[in-house]
Structure formats: C-alpha cells, structure tokens
C-alpha cells in the first residue's frame, strides 16, 4: 500500500505543529513509519489522502460507536449550524442532552457539560476537593482521566507511593496529591482507606480500563472502591471512554457502580466536543454559579457538539439491540484473533469488554498495568504495521483499546482475520 501523499503532509506538519500532530499518539511513535492522513470516513470504513481505504478499529479513539458519517447525524449538526454555531448563552439542546444523559444514569441529577473528557475530569476533582475540603486523590497505575496536572501521575516502584509526575512541567508538590495504587489490587487500597481515608477526597478510576489496553476490574477490587464511600470520599467513575459504549448507561449499568460522580466525553460528543460531569444534586450544587466551585467554558455546551451528541445518544436509546450486536460481534473478533494466534504458537491474552478490546502478546491473565506491559511490543509493532497494509486499521500502540462500532459485522471480522493470518 503506497501513500506518497501521506508521506509529503507528514513531513510538511512537523515543520508547524510539535511532532507534526495534535496529539502524541497520532504520530506512530509506538509503532513507528508515517500515519496515514485521514480525510473520509464512511461506516467502518476510512479513506487517506492518497485514496487508500482502511477498516477503522479506532473511531477517533472511541466516539463513532455509529461509524462515520452517519446519516441522521450529519442531518442533524448541518440542521444546527445553519442557525449559528455558538452563542455563549444557554441553548435549548443542553437540556435535552441533559435531559438523554439522564436517562442512561439515572443517578445523575445534575449534569455540567464542558467541552474534552480532560475538563471534565479535572472540573470533578475539583469538585471533590471543594465539597469534601479534603486534599488528596487517588488514582491507578495505567488508567488515564485525561492531561490535566494532578492526573498525569503515575506510581514509583511499591504498591503505594507519593506521586511522581510522570511529565515535565508538573510541579512535584502538586504531584504529591495524588496517591497511586495498582489497579485490581483490593488489598492496597482497602489499606490505603485505613491508614488516609479520611484525608482524600475522591478516588478516579476506570471501571474497565482502555488506556493502559484493556484491563478488566474484579468484583472484589470493585467492592473495595465502593468501601470508599464509609470514608466520605467520592468515587469518582471516568467513564469517558465506557459511557454509552458498554451499555446505555455504560460501565455503571453494565457492572452495577454506584459512583458519586460520573465523567463522560467521546461518544456523548458523537465525534464532536463535548464532555461532561455530573452526579447528585447536593454535590453538583456546588458548582458555580450556585457554589463556590469554579469552571467555565467559552466553547462549553456548544450547540454543534450538542446536535451531534443527542441525535447520538438517541440513536443508541432507539436500538437496543446494538449492543447485543456489538457483543456478538465483539465475542467473534476475540475467538478468531485467540484461535489464529494459537495456531501459530503466539503467547497472548485477549480482553474484552463487549466492543472494547486489546490484543497483548504475553501469556495471560493481564490484569494490571505491570502485567499490560509484560506485552511483545516488537511483535505488536509487526502485527500492527501487517494490518495496516492490509486495509486495516487497528490503534498505533498496544496499550490502547481496539473499537467496534454498529458497522462493524461479520464481513469486517472476516476481513481482519484473513488480514491477521496472511500477515502472520
Ligand atoms: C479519552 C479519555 C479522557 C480524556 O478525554 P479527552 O477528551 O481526550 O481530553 C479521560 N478519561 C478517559 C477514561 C478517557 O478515555
């Protein structure tokens, strides 16, 4: 597969923008060669500059659960924006997505839109901080909640340990904020509640993780997040990624979470920007304009992101049915990718949560971020680069989720396994 066009654009981008990218994972890093600049999508389906089609496991990363384009969608944002695009005033389309988000979390009284899961995140701990005027977090090896300073944290060696920014440019003592536990490690954390619980303020988490691959909670690690509450500390479930995408009413429906807080992005934007928190009406209400808790946004509630994330959302309300569908054909990517990996003798483990799924090369189980990272990424590398030329096209790193949208059925599955066995 040729793509001279790619190759010129890429080379011209990293003259202007850093590494050529608006963000780092674009740029093949992890996998090296030149990204394919994308300029169509349709369904499962993309096309680059250089007119080469690919069958997208990516989906910007998690929001096209319809695929690309999709009809009623595009109806609908080109409805809107023929009214104008933004006013800085309320519109009546963030109550009806208010009104939608309330009806996949019945939980969430109120609901605060902002415009990157980023925002949404760090606008929660914020929230947390503020309401319980506690100031320690708590967060897991591997999982992401966005670039915000307090979150760009990872563990050091040891079960518990202070923060350690894992950036440049994050202030050590504001790192120190942040208390970093292994995920799916009940015990440290039930430990953790013992020693500090009353000085934290909220714990964040993934409640099935996509950023570090997939990596399933266990019941036991789950019921100890939920010991967190007898502390007065607010779970805080991210479910910027899950939200509408493993269910409805995403991981909280799926796995029976009660969490205070809830943040969602990605497929509530319906590839547009927005993002969203929420939770009970007595902690929300702190936020201004009627508490003290302070967040704003020029751009937030917009009504283009709105439009999109509603004809979105009602879309998914109106189909049931597509979730059984992203299941089925979910289970049949896993089984075929497992069957032809074990024909040829490759050590892997396959996690998947309905139509979020990570392929890693190393014995199983991989149940944490020290075990994700036990994974070939030598032979990631080749099994990426072998689909690509292939037309398919699959995350540029291992310790990412691939995603299914509706669009996705059994030709796709087909076609992604004739991929992987040629290439192999
Ligand atoms: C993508 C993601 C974020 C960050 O969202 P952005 O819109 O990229 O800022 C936060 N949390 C989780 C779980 C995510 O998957």
């Known amino acids: 597969m040729e793509r001279p066009l790619s190759e010129g654009l890429f080379a011209e981008a990293q003259k202007h923008i850093p590494g050529g990218v608006s963000s780092p994972v674009r740029a093949f890093k992890a996998v090296g060669g030149t990204p394919p600049f994308l300029v169509r999508g349709e369904g499962a389906y993309v096309w680059d500059a250089d007119g080469n089609r690919y069958l997208d496991y990516v989906l910007s990363w998690g929001p096209l659960i319809l695929g690309h384009a999709h009809p009623e969608v595009v109806r609908r944002i080109q409805e809107v924006a023929a009214q104008g695009f933004t006013f800085g005033a309320p519109h009546p389309l963030e109550v009806e997505l208010a009104k939608a988000v309330k009806r996949a979390y019945p939980a969430l009284e109120l609901v605060r839109f902002v415009s990157s899961g980023t925002e949404a995140t760090m606008s929660a701990l914020r929230l947390a901080r503020g309401y319980t005027g506690r100031p320690y977090i708590v967060k897991f090896r591997g999982n992401y909640h966005g670039h915000a300073d307090g979150l760009l944290v990872e563990a050091g060696s040891g079960a518990l340990t202070l923060g350690v920014p894992s950036s440049a440019g994050v202030p050590r003592e504001y790192a120190r904020l942040t208390l970093v536990l292994e995920y799916n490690d009940p015990e440290a954390l039930r430990a953790l509640l013992k020693e500090r619980g009353e000085e934290i303020a909220a714990i964040i988490f993934e409640p099935v993780v996509g950023n570090a691959g997939v990596l399933i909670p266990t019941e036991e690690f789950l019921e100890a997040l939920h010991q967190a509450r007898e502390y007065g500390i607010l779970l805080i479930a991210d479910e910027v990624m899950t939200g509408f995408r493993l269910a409805f009413g995403g991981a909280t429906e799926r796995l029976g979470l009660k969490p205070d807080l809830v943040t969602l992005g990605k497929i509530l934007g319906g590839g547009l920007p927005a993002a969203a928190y929420g939770g009970r009406r007595e902690v929300m209400e702190k936020v201004a304009p009627l508490g003290p808790v302070y967040q704003a946004g020029t751009l937030s509630g917009n009504p283009l992101a709105m439009a999109a994330g509603l004809a979105t959302l009602e879309i998914l309300e109106k189909n049931p049915d597509y979730y059984a569908r992203l299941e089925e054909v979910g289970a049949k ?74 669009l996705h059925g059994e030709e796709e599955v087909a076609m992604t396994l004739e991929a992987l066995a040629k290439a192999l």
Do not use: C
């Open 333 to 406: 990517l896993e089984a075929g990718l497992k069957a032809i990996l074990s024909r040829k003798g490759i050590p892997h483990a396959v996690n998947r949560v309905g139509s979020m799924l990570t392929v890693f090369f190393t014995e199983g189980p991989v149940r944490t971020f020290a075990e994700a990272k036990r994974t070939d990424t030598e032979l990631f590398r080749r099994f990426f680069h072998g689909l690509l030329d292939q037309g398919v096209y699959w995350p540029p790193s291992n310790f990412e989720a691939a995603f299914l949208s509706i």
